[in-house]
């Protein structure tokens, strides 16, 4: 990889290809998750794939370039959704779109409803810190690192939204025995 960035940087356009095909489905589920839809996901992918290449100089340790790469993808997925005023809400429609993408995750309908509901409680924030913790098991070094914030920020977040989504667990368990 070091050598790939070095050539990269160097204006080699294979090199940035090839670094560019080594992350495009991990860029593609993060823009996927943010924005909910294919077409927006790969205008994200584009503009994150034009940071990245405009910026790629500025790497100094190719260590960290996974984690610099996820950010300007998280970073355009936040500002492709704030410029076009859409609302990120977790709809059974993103439950089928990540089934297609992921291949390890298993279909249950019922989870999924249960999810989607859970998941309107959250905002931007919470949503990017839980599926960093969760679903791409970043370390919370990893995730304060990514999303330039506190370490304690990043902890105080994730439980935050944590319990945002116990207590809507309740109140959904409580109303599906009502019924």
């Keep these: 990889m070091e050598n790939l960035l070095r050539r990269a940087q160097e204006g080699d356009e294979k090199a940035f290809l090839e670094i560019f095909s080594r992350y495009e489905t991990q860029m593609y589920r993060i823009a996927f998750l943010h ?92 949503k990017n810190v839980i599926l960093l913790k969760y679903y791409y098991e970043y370390s919370f070094q990893e995730m304060s690192g990514l999303l330039k914030r506190p370490l304690g920020t990043v902890k105080s977040v994730l439980y935050r939204g944590l319990r945002k989504l116990r207590e809507k667990a309740k109140e959904v368990r409580l109303n599906e025995t009502d019924n």
């Design 35 to 126: 924005v909910k839809n294919e077409e927006d996901a790969l205008d994200v992918m584009q503009e994150a794939a034009y940071r990245m290449f405009k910026n790629i100089g500025s790497v100094k340790s190719p260590e960290y370039f996974k984690t610099w790469l996820m950010r300007i993808t998280m970073n355009c997925a936040v500002d492709h959704i704030r410029k076009n005023s859409k609302v990120v809400q977790i709809s059974t429609e993103y439950f089928e779109n990540v089934e297609e993408i992921s291949e390890t995750y298993e279909k249950d309908v019922l989870l999924n409803a249960t999810l989607e509901e859970l998941m309107t409680v959250l905002d931007t924030e919470e």
